[in-house]
């Protein structure tokens, strides 16, 4: 007589998880080794699925959510230090004329190309975003003002010098427009009023021409109705006064 053979228990939702987690990360690159599933295997896993959630998947870049992250964390310290600290946003010009003339595969080694080129004109503790589409962002914390333009252009004229091959040997010369501003010294601001600054600058560059940069003119931003409500937030009404704020000479 045969005996019927044993069921084969289903792996639990725990197994079927890791194994989704584990095809992802080789996807994606990252080889976890062959050695034991242990706390130390478990760890490493962790770390690389943070790192997968915190990159652009085509250009290896901080996508928007930690560069978002990077900024919140950069203007607190600008809020602490006083330091001058500069964002740029930049857009490459004309983009979806390579995709028309080229495909959407030449666009894709466009944006790589920039991508490298920016991650090459920036220091090792500066933070090079892929913002959105065809635009990048790159946050650069102790930033003297004296310095900004000429790291802006340094940017935008690498960019304009790089010879990017595409399709059957085509070369292909692209350029950005660039908008920069500073975070308020000693002011309590957030990233969105930054970014939205330097995104006023970065419309600038692209009416008066594209292929060039815009700056704040001043490194002390004026400061907003909005930041100075998160300024006096948690500050004692007597402070707000103005003479006290600004006493009258003796």
């Avoid at 000429?150 to 595409?166: F, H, K, M, N, W």
Wanted: charged share 25%; aromatic share 4%; proline share 6%.
């Amino acid at each position: 007589m045969k005996t019927a053979p044993k069921a084969v228990p289903a792996p639990s939702a725990e197994a079927l998880r890791l194994d989704a987690a584990l095809r992802l990360l080789q996807r994606a690159g990252h080889d976890l080794g062959d050695g034991p599933r242990d706390t130390a295997w478990l760890q490493r896993m962790l770390d690389a699925l943070c790192d997968l959630s915190s990159r652009d998947p085509l250009t290896g870049l901080a996508n928007r959510r930690q560069f978002e992250v990077a900024l919140e964390r950069e203007c607190d310290r600008v809020a602490r230090s006083g330091e001058s600290a500069l964002v740029l946003l930049l857009d490459i010009d004309h983009f979806k004329r390579v995709n028309d003339a080229h495909g959407h595969g030449a666009g894709d080694l466009v944006l790589q190309a920039v991508a490298r080129c920016l991650q090459g004109c920036v220091r090792p503790m500066d933070t090079v975003a892929r913002y959105g589409g065809e635009e990048f962002a790159v946050v650069l914390p102790n930033c003297p003002p004296a310095f900004a333009r000429t790291v802006a252009e340094r940017v935008r004229r690498q960019i304009a010098a790089l010879q990017i091959t595409v399709g059957a040997g085509a070369e292909l010369q692209i350029t950005v427009s660039v908008g920069g501003a500073f975070a308020p010294p000693w002011v309590r601001s957030s990233a969105r009023l930054w970014t939205e600054r330097a995104d006023a600058q970065l419309y600038r560059a692209k009416a008066d021409g594209r292929n060039r940069i815009c700056l704040e003119p001043q490194a002390v931003s004026l400061v907003s109705a909005e930041e100075k409500g998160l300024l006096f937030a948690a500050t004692a009404p007597a402070v707000l006064d103005a003479d006290v704020l600004h006493p009258e000479p003796t």
